[in-house]
């Protein structure tokens, strides 16, 4: 059965073309119609139609932390706290509701794909539920009710940190993150069989986490899939490297062959020069998370010379602080001026690449992130008329538009996202239904 949509304006690459039919065959694009007239029997989209937008980097129950971690200041270390406190009450259950809401508050916000960086594993100390995999059936379960595909990120999580002398062990917190060695990690994820929607890849939670002889057999493992990687988030993870290894997070990380190009580095902050040429000639991309890397005081990455280095640039909501991929793109623009005094670092188009084909490749679909056909079907729908972006040619959109201009979400065929609403209903209440019983509210 085929489904036509005519687009008032449409996203084909780099260039913003009015008038788009776009033919819908099952979860396919068959055909991209420029220069169409609308017909009776097409679903009109208003506004500027994007691709599907991939959101590369989350940590789905970070969300449970939004307006709760402002009270105290401090740094992300003293906010981790506050994480791992949240880490330690969830259950299959729970991880489900909140994960299901999670990326329904994506899907409103145009997110068709998602790459969940998944470490929570097993039970609170450490033990293991009787399906070892059950706490990543629930994001898998989560993303399919939402109507996103999934990428699951599974994290290897060895260690409980690392300083000059070097690794500590795991704290009470961190033993359900963890499968002893990389082999127990690699044998447990060997279970997980890819299924329409979802793509199993690969991570490595840091240098701090996971001890250097246990990289490459991560790196072996992973190999053919996404394997992402948080680096240089921190400069002390920076100086415990160089203090016990003697070598940079990026220099480790290459050494053991876990760059290339299918790695991505989320972060990548604290970043010398000479590595950012070293990370943009290994192919690895960048996963850069503005909203989140300003929430918790991390810094300002390098992001406009590490795409010029050579690597491709996508973009995350991570711990959701606010979950609007359009103004992530925004604040990458906006602190790439803040730090260079220049405008226009990057062009429109380039942040319309990151945040749906460089993405979509980074989480393993490459048949993703354009319209064009033999692509999924993925289109999300974007007002030019809201308060936000009256008055804005549609070519820079994506300067000035917000999560609540999206109208529409088309993800694999399926209507995800009508004026505006979530097929599964009120998110709102879903979300705080979920996290409400987290912090005792309920």
């Keep these: 059965m085929l489904t036509t949509y005519w687009c008032e304006y449409a996203q084909l690459d780099d260039?913003?073309?009015?008038?788009?039919?776009?033919v819908v065959a099952g979860d396919r694009i068959s055909a991209v119609e420029p220069g169409a007239?609308?017909?009776?029997?097409?679903?009109?989209?208003a506004g500027v139609v994007?691709?599907?937008?991939?959101?590369?980097?989350?940590?789905?129950?970070?969300?449970?932390?939004?307006?709760?971690?402002?009270?105290?200041?401090?740094?992300?270390?003293?906010?981790r706290e506050r994480m791992y406190a949240v880490a330690g009450r969830l259950d299959p259950d729970g991880y489900l509701a909140l994960a299901r809401a999670t990326y329904a508050e994506m899907a409103l916000a145009g997110v068709t794909c998602v790459g969940e960086f998944h470490y929570l594993h097993h039970p609170p100390g450490g033990g293991r539920y009787t399906d070892p995999n059950v706490m990543s059936e629930a994001l898998i379960q989560a993303a399919d009710d939402a109507g996103v595909r999934l990428t699951l990120l599974d994290a290897c999580y060895v260690s409980g940190g690392l300083e000059r002398t070097g690794h500590l062990p795991l704290d009470d917190v961190q033993l359900r993150f963890s499968d002893g060695d990389a082999e127990g990690w690699a044998a447990r994820v060997a279970m997980l069989p890819e299924r329409p929607g979802l793509r199993i890849g690969a991570a490595v939670h840091s240098v701090r986490a996971v001890p250097a002889e246990q990289l490459t057999p991560i790196a072996r493992a992973a190999a053919g899939r996404p394997l992402h990687v948080h680096l240089s988030e921190q400069p002390a993870e920076n100086e415990a490297c160089v203090g016990y290894y003697g070598s940079t997070p990026n220099r480790l990380l290459a050494d053991h062959g876990v760059l290339g190009p299918?790695?991505?580095?989320?972060?990548?902050?604290?970043?010398?020069?000479?590595?950012?040429?070293?990370?943009?000639s290994s192919g690895s991309a960048v996963c850069a998370c503005p909203s989140t890397e300003a929430d918790l005081a991390d810094?300002?990455?390098?992001?406009?010379?590490?795409?010029?280095?050579?690597?491709?640039?996508?973009?995350?909501?991570?711990?959701?602080?606010?979950?609007?991929?359009?103004?992530?793109?925004?604040?990458?623009?906006?602190?790439e001026r803040l730090i260079t005094g220049e405008r226009g670092r990057f062009r429109p188009a380039e942040l319309v690449q990151a945040l749906t084909v460089a993405g979509s490749r980074a989480l393993g679909w490459p048949d993703a992130g354009r319209i064009a056909p033999g692509q999924c079907a993925d289109l999300v729908a974007v007002r030019t008329d809201s308060p936000r972006t009256a008055g804005?040619?549609?070519?820079q959109l994506v300067l000035a538009a917000a999560a609540a201009d999206v109208h529409t979400v088309v993800a694999g065929g399926r209507v995800v996202v009508s004026e505006g609403r979530h097929a599964?209903?009120?998110v709102g209440r879903l979300l705080t239904e979920a996290i409400a019983p987290l912090w005792g509210d309920a």
Excluded: K, M, Y
């Design 50 to 79: 994007l691709p599907g937008l991939a959101n590369a980097h989350s940590h789905a129950f970070h969300r449970a932390l939004r307006g709760r971690t402002h009270d105290r200041g401090g740094t992300f270390w003293t906010w």
């Design 299 to 335: 810094g300002v990455g390098a992001f406009r010379r590490l795409r010029d280095a050579g690597s491709p640039l996508c973009l995350g909501s991570d711990q959701h602080a606010i979950t609007d991929l359009l103004a992530e793109a925004q604040l990458l623009e906006a602190h």
């Design 392 to 395: 804005c040619i549609p070519e």
């Design 15 to 22: 260039r913003t073309v009015p008038g788009v039919r776009v």
């Design 37 to 45: 007239v609308p017909d009776p029997t097409d679903q009109r989209l």
């Design 262 to 280: 299918d790695t991505t580095a989320v972060h990548a902050t604290h970043l010398a020069g000479d590595e950012i040429t070293a990370l943009g």
């Design 424 to 426: 599964l209903g009120d």
